[in-house]
């Protein structure tokens, strides 16, 4: 199992609906969890984070967090077609300072 | 509030050659990590660096070295430059030193091409 996993996608959502973005984590990787967006050819942005089990908000956007079935998420709401871009999962592997990336899952919200 | 700096913005080098990217972190942040993405892909870890040592490394040979200044910007160096070296390369700073809390904001990366 990779360390962290997405779906590589593409994602196609209409606008206004909500999408969402999933990611699972191996025992490898504990405690802090990061959600960056990245435009093409551009760098990454951070979202958010989420260290606790739950949810947490931030305007548009819901990072969820269950460390019992090793998976985080990233809802987005009312999806602008600005909001089209790569989105990729982090997590900080135990023990260590390395964080792991995903992949990324692309999303294209349809205008 | 400055942001994350990297320079160059883009370098093309020929395999063999010795390349060294720049980062200044942001402002009130003094742990920069170094991160290499290429196409396609997330962004793998290189190593990270605080209070001027490396504190943690990834999968990437001796080649690949580093140096945190001071005024906690940071170089990455890489020798014997190889066609695979070819990415984008990421700087991330942060503050807190080696919380595993820490919140990484990344530069806008140096695009390297091996020829």
């Known amino acids: 199992q990779k360390e962290v996993e997405q779906n590589s996608g593409p994602l196609s959502v209409p606008e206004g609906a909500i999408a969402s973005l999933n990611c699972t984590y191996s025992?490898?990787?504990?405690?802090?969890f990061f959600w960056y967006r990245q435009y093409s050819g551009k760098s990454p942005e951070l979202i958010m984070s989420?260290?606790?089990?739950g949810d947490k908000e931030d305007g548009r956007f819901t990072a969820q967090l269950n460390k019992a079935s090793q998976y985080v998420s990233l809802l987005i709401r009312d999806s602008q077609p600005s909001d089209s871009a790569t989105y990729l999962c982090?997590?900080?592997?135990?023990?260590?300072?390395?964080?792991?990336f995903g992949t990324g899952t692309r999303l294209k919200v349809l205008a | 509030e400055t942001g994350v700096t990297q320079s160059p913005t883009h370098l093309i080098k020929t395999r063999g050659q010795q390349v060294t990217l720049r980062c200044s972190s942001q402002?009130?942040?003094?742990?920069v990590s170094w991160y290499q993405q290429a196409l396609g892909q997330g962004p793998q870890f290189i190593f990270q660096y605080y209070r001027e040592e490396e504190n943690g490394r990834g999968n990437f040979p001796p080649r690949f070295s580093g140096l945190q200044f001071p005024n906690y910007s940071s170089e990455l160096n890489v020798n014997a430059l190889e066609l695979d070296d070819s990415a984008l390369y990421l700087c991330?700073?942060?503050?807190?030193?080696?919380?595993?809390?820490?919140?990484?904001?990344f530069g806008p990366g140096t695009r390297l091409t091996v020829l």
């Open positions: 402002s009130g942040h003094n742990t």
């Open positions: 982090a997590g900080h592997t135990s023990g260590t300072y390395k964080y792991i």
């Open positions: 025992d490898r990787v504990s405690q802090s």
């Open positions: 989420i260290y606790s089990n």
């Open positions: 991330a700073s942060s503050s807190g030193g080696t919380s595993v809390l820490n919140e990484q904001f």
